[in-house]
């Protein structure tokens, strides 16, 4: 690639488009070059759960791909990119790309991530898991994605909503080298007098968290 840094985000119908949302405006902080492909379910999710519009989210990528275009640029292995990650994952989405149903250019797009040994990362947004749920993340790992589902690290002490979105993007994005800013990590980031959380045994007392 030359140039800027370039990555493909998706966004599934499953509830958490916030995930996506923030993914898109961390990456335009960072410089990188983002091309985004959102599900017809992602529109109608991200109603329910933002005030945001689907324009609003369109004007955080550099490059809009429709759903249904399986001739766009990411459809093809020729397009050098860094890799993709889904945020959130659908289950449907999950499935298509664990079994090679490529019949969306986000499933599509996914599948030629994997097959040019990019990294492929999906923050997968469901629970409880039955078996047929285990089985496709089991899938789509052997095939080389990472499965992050987005899953709170109280150490960090999030005060609101945010604080766990920006956390979990954080860790994401470290998976393809980008250091957003957003994660506190663990023995490194403790504001000015804080200590690192310990752990206790049962039946002693709890250290003092001043």
């Not at 519009?53 to 399986?70: E, S, W, Y």
């Not at 393809?176 to 049962?202: H, M, N, T």
Request: hydrophobic share 40%; aromatic share 4%.
């Amino acid at each position: 690639m030359a140039g800027r840094r370039r990555l493909i985000v998706g966004i599934s119908g499953a509830s958490g488009t916030i995930y996506g949302v923030r993914v898109l405006e961390t990456l335009r902080a960072a410089g990188v070059e983002t091309h985004l492909v959102m599900t017809k379910s992602a529109e109608t999710t991200l109603a329910y759960e933002t005030g945001l519009k689907v324009a609003d989210v369109h004007g955080l990528a550099d490059i809009v791909h429709p759903n249904t275009d399986i001739g766009a640029s990411i459809s093809s292995g020729s397009f050098k990119t860094a890799g993709m990650i889904v945020a959130p994952c659908s289950i449907r989405s999950l499935s298509e790309i664990a079994h090679g149903v490529t019949g969306s250019l986000l499933s599509r797009a996914a599948d030629v991530v994997l097959k040019e040994r990019r990294r492929l990362v999906l923050l997968v947004r469901e629970s409880p898991l039955h078996l047929g749920h285990l089985r496709s993340m089991a899938a789509v790992t052997e095939m080389g994605a990472i499965v992050l589902p987005p899953v709170p690290s109280f150490y960090a002490k999030p005060q609101t909503v945010d604080d766990i979105v920006n956390h979990t993007v954080g860790r994401a994005l470290d998976l393809f080298d980008i250091d957003s800013g957003l994660v506190q990590r663990w023995g490194e980031d403790a504001g000015e007098g804080a200590k690192p959380v310990r752990l206790f045994r049962r039946g002693k007392t709890a250290p003092d968290r001043k």
